[in-house]
């Protein structure tokens, strides 16, 4: 009893840190699925539609990037680019380096929805007479959509998870903060499990979230 | 930029990388290897009918799935011993990675369980097998085959996730890189290698699995 | 002279609130060929599933040569055998399956040799042997190391009956073997089933094939919702059916 009352009595003593990280967080993940995400049409757009020369070069990048650790994603943009005189915080690092994992992500995604839609429909709609910026804009881009939204939910989720790897790199997000407080306290075991808990929350939530668009988005049959 | 390239600090270090490989390398083997040993029973559990024992299968998966793989590598090392358990590097991350590996690979048997036509267990039935003996000699491994090339993903995620030992010091390829960054300032250089040593590797799992399914396959 | 080696006594089985055996009395003797005709729907797979114990059942006796299938009974109450006991019993029947239900990944004589191993505990070069004999039975020898994506339907469905025969049951059940094959590929398995009548195998067969039926069977069952409704002599069932729901069944069926 007396552990659990000065657990929470820590927790309290804390809560501004663990707030702040979870701020943190939260930033890292939606910054890095933004640009991710806008990155990552590009990338499957230019699978798909891309001549060869932009094809094989964005074939390599996706590969090279999916081939890669998050973590070496991330300590190489924090090293590298201070390297060559770019100078960036380790917050903005991180976040490019988790922008770019997210990139081929959801390019594979994308490239994955566009490509399961029959040839059928392309020429249906050709057959009917639209040019093909209509027939991406109202034939192949909705049906895709559907396809990749819930994918690209759960994308979401393991973007919160990758957040944790800036920690690493000293960005003071949720996990770097809990390791903080627990070198004051040494709760660590409950520390670890309040911040596990936190993830957990959010990423379940996630993921409900993404059952309920896949129930959504679902074609009528 | 004012930066040339200079690769030939990271070539003195590379036996350093490699070493570093080698032990990504161990780390994943004998984590998947554990991980679809509990993945097998978990997946077995999951398309359980009895509640008792699907449920407390799906809550492990749904758990572990939802959590970042660096707090559970963090708590294994550093809040583990607070319960009194105390566990080596190595042995800490190989036994956060078994069970992180054995969640994903159980939603991965999962569907290759489905995917087996009922009639299947019924012939086995029919000749008087046991339906133990049914999941060893026609379940496990027709699953293992219809799984093969959704694995091959899952197989190549859980080796780069042996990066994350690096948080805990254990001297694998990212650890390494980064001790050589540190102390060649070989920045650029340090990264392309390793990095390119991880694609490269990836790679070759990538090949091997395909081999391995076409092996494996089921003749037509 | 002949002995009773299939005795099913009030034979029940519902499906949440759908009864679809009604209380099924059948006798079968030592070395008959019973085939059981009915509409989709009449309970006749039903019925040869609950001797397999592949279904449930949840009233009526079931014996094989005197032996209680599936249940302990005492009394009033019942208890399902062990599964151990079960696998037992379901070794002294085969069955052949509409879908064949090969083993995709085993060659011809492995699916053979896989009961015969792992059931009977036969050493690995017998198992072989007999499922050999066995292949040659029913004309597939030179497949035997052949996958069943390989085989044509039919093939398929004889290596199939070859893995059943060759447990050596008391009692064969064959449940729509053709139903899924095309009609080009349905004589030679008739053809096997045949063979196996003119030596003395006792089966109990589900079929849509009325001239078949005719031919192969000592003895013919019509079901109709959950019950038999006549059984007799296959030469006066089909020529002179007594019940009007035989007459109108063999109307719709195609019988030429």
Redesign the interface.
Known sequence: MMDLYSFFDQVWIARLAILKGLGITISISVLSIIVGSLLGVLVGLSLVYGNRVVRFVVRVYTDFIRGTPVLVLVLASYYVLSTIGIDLGPFQAGVLALAIFCSSHVGEIVRGGLQAIPKGQTEAAKAIGLTFNQTFAYVLWPQALRQFLPAWVNTAAEMVKASTLLSVIGVAELLLRTQEIISRNFMSLQFYFFAGFLYFVINYSIERFGKYVERKTAVPA | ???TLNFAAVWRSLDQLLEGLLLSLGLAFVSILIGAAIGLLVAFALIAKNGWIKRPAAAYV??I????????V??AY???P??GVRLGKLESFVAVLSIYSGAYLAEVFRAGLLSI?K??T??????????L?IRI??IT??MF?NVLPSLSSTV?SLF?????A??IAVPEL?FE??KI?VESFR??ET?IV??GL??????VLAALMRVAERRLS??? | MNKVLLEIQGLRKQYGIVEVLKGVDCTMQEGEVISIIGSSGSGKTTMLRCINMLEEFQGGHIRLEGEEIGYEHNGSSRKRKSEKDIARQRALTGMAFQQFNLFPHMTAAQNIMLGLVKVKKMPRDEARAVAEKWLDRVGLASRADHYPGQLSGGQQQRVAIARAIAMSPRLMLFDEVTSALDPELVGEVLQVIKGLAADGMSMLLVTHEMRFAYEVSSRVIFMNQGVICEEGNPKEMFVKPKTERLAEFLKTSSFN
Not at chain 2, 123 to 128: D, E
């Open positions: 930029m004012g930066y749904t758990v799935r939802n959590l970042p793989i660096l707090v559970l963090l708590f550093f809040a583990l607070q319960m036509p009639g299947l019924e012939a086995g039935l029919a000749i008087g097998l046991t339906p003996q000699s026609i491994p027709l085959r190549i780069k996730d042996t990066s994350l690096a948080a990212t890189a980064r960054n920045v650029i990264w390793a990095s991880y694609v490269a590797t990836c790679s089921v003749p037509r």
